[in-house]
Each structure stands twice: as C-alpha cells, then as structure tokens.
C-alpha cells in the first residue's frame, strides 16, 4: 500500500479545523473496528477519524509504504509498472484508492475574479480568521458550502451564499438521525446495478448536513435566518461582475420534493417493517424560504465582496495514471470497481457499488467484492 503522505492524510491535510464527520460515530466502522466510546451519537472530530484510522491500519496489519507518491503508473505486458517518488515497483493488479476528492473543483470562470477579491477552496480554508475582514461569497450549497457560509457569519463577516443544485436533509427524524434511516431502511446499501441513472447518482452533491454535539439542522432557512443571503447559482463573471441564476424558487422546490420523496420512503419502511412504535410520528418540514427578492449580479471590484470560497464540490486526480481508462470528463471507467485493464481495479469512488461507497462505513462491502474479483484474477493467471 502506497500512501503519499501519512495515514489518513486527507483528514489531516485536507479539511478545515471546526469539521467533524457528517455520519454519527455508530456509522464509522471498518472491517473489526467499531467506535466503542461513550457518544455513539455525536460526530468525530478531525483528530479523532486520524486516530480510528490509524488504529485501524495498525489493527489490520495494512503493510503502509507512507511517503511515497505514486508519480506513474503504466502497463507493461503482464502487469503494471507503478513509479513513485521512493522507486519502482512491477506487479501484476493495482487497486487505485487514491481518493474521489483529490482536488477542489472550481469552475474556469474563477480566473475573471478581479485579483481584489482574495479566493481559497475547502484545502486551503482553515478558520474565518484566514479571510480578510468584509464580505464573503461563498460558492456552493452542499455539506462544505453551507458548514463554511455558517461559520464565516457567525465569525461577523456577511456572507452571502450561492445554491446550486442541492439535496436537502434534516439532521434527526422522528427522533433518529437521518443517517440511521439510511442505514436502516437500506437506501444507503441500494447497489450501483440498481440504480436507474447511475451517472446522475454518482454526481449527486453531498446532502446539507454537519455533525455537532447539538444534532443540529443547518439547510437554507437555517442560514437565512443567520441573516445569510441566498443567492442562485454563479454562472459567469462579466466585466468584474458576478451573474447568478434566477429560478431559486424551482431550484427549492426541487429540493423539498426530493426530501419529503425520501422521508416518504423512511416512513414506509418503518411501517412495513412494523417499527412505527419505535420512533416519533412523522414529521414534515417547512419548505425553503424563497428570499424576497434575490439579486442576479454582485459588483465584485465594489468592495462588498473581499474573498469568494469555492464549496463547488471536488474531483479525483489522476495525472500519474498512464493507463488510458479514464472518460471524456476525467472520471475513472469501471463496473462497480472493476476496471476496463485486465488487473486494474478501483476503490472509494461515488457509488462505486453502493450508495454508500465513499463513505467510511461503505468500504467493507466495496473491498470484499472487488478483491475477490482480483484473487480470482491472480489466480486463474498463476
Ligand atoms: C469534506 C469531506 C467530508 C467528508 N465527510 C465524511 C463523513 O462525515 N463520513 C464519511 O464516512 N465520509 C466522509 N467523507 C468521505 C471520505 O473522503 C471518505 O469516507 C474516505 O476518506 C474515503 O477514503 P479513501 O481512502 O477512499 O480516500 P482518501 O481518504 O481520500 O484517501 C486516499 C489516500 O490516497 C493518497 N494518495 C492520493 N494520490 C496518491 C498518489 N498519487 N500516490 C500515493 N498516495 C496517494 C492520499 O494521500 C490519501 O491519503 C468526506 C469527504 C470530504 C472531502
């Protein structure tokens, strides 16, 4: 196993300070390890999904190479030739687990952002005390985007947020967390030969949601009432000005459907299943607010805006794989991990084989099919 860093880098590199996990501790569970501790329903901090990871790689023995990064790698006649930073290595099967969110993704647009206005992606974000003092835009509405607009209003600074396409969520229902009625009714578990548009679900942005000690809600009418402004999406930059999209009432419409369709599945579930008693009744939430008025330019050169945050989502890299298996769009090609080169396989990416595959608690599933695939693949070539 080759790990350019240290193990769990993206949890110690790549994240903010305040994030915990978004799924309850309960849920954080690799093959033989389980959270043992005393608050089975609060939300790890960064620290501490370090420290279940390393104990995990200690625990299982993983034989972790840290500090060697995979710069190629290449097929040759009967296996891959993989170069990395500390020397080569031949073998027969590569399994890329390098990581489905490598790098922020930020629209090409950004480059017109006039240079007065300071400009950081979730990598390079740490605190609100990173940005200067005045306004912030912050770009997308999904778990990092609405998590970071919270706490740069809440640092004083007014933020205004920009919604794109979003899936939105309560944090608790009927008294479970919403993540437990994924787990439950086996909406999470749903497998990627199930799923009728598999592109579309495996570009759904990440639900709106954040993990504290409180279990809070944190969606659109949360924010709003922080006293964010809500804008559409950002579209284009024209003449130092930022264009955003009308039509946030159907964008929020769309978004409340989805989210009562899905709390319309849980309660079936639990009345199928005849677990009605163990939960509250059902409940329904007020939909988004519609601002009254939103605006559809912001003068960036004006000084409102001092910094923009680009929540727009993230995307893997692959510049070091020099096997041509990648799509139009840069995403790896492959059946539920398998990729299209004899001896090249895959792991941790959006609905790999499930609905839960990029999340901790969906990688035992993932690994057990995939590397029986590759055994047999080893073996029959012996
Ligand atoms: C902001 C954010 C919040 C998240 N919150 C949650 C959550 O609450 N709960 C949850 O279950 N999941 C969450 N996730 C998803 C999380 O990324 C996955 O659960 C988990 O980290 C995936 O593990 P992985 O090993 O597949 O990928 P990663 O954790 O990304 O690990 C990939 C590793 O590969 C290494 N690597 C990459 N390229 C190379 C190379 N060329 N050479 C050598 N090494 C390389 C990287 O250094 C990294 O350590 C979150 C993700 C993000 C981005």
Known sequence: MLERGQVANS???ERWDSLRLLTPN??????????????PDGYMTMGEV???IERFAAASRAPVRTGANVTSVRRTGDGYHVTTDRGEIRCRAVVIASGACNQPAVPQFAAAVPACVEQLTPFDYRDPAKLPDGGVLVVGASATGVQLAAELQRSGRPVTL????HVRLPRTYRGRDVLWWMDASGVWDQRYDEI?????ARRLPSPQLIGTPERVTLDLNVLASMGVELVGRWAAVRDGRALFSGGLRNMFSLADLKMRRLLDTFD???RGQGRDAEVRPPERFEPTRVPESNRLQLDLGSGEIRA???????????RWLGVPALDAKG????????AGHPGLYALGLPVLRRRKSTFICGIEDDARAVIDHLTRYLAVRQ
């Open 331 to 338: 995403q790896l090609c492959h059946q539920g991990g398998v």
């Open 11 to 13: 949890w110690r590199a």
């Open 50 to 52: 370090t420290e279940f």
């Open 162 to 165: 920009s919604v794109g396409e």
């Open 26 to 39: 309960w849920q954080s569970r690799l093959p033989g390890l389980r959270y043992e501790g005393p608050d």
């Open 196 to 200: 009728d548009d598999l592109t579309r």
């Open 308 to 318: 923009v945050v680009w929540a727009t989502g993230f995307r893997p890299d692959y």
């Open 268 to 270: 079936e579930w639990a």
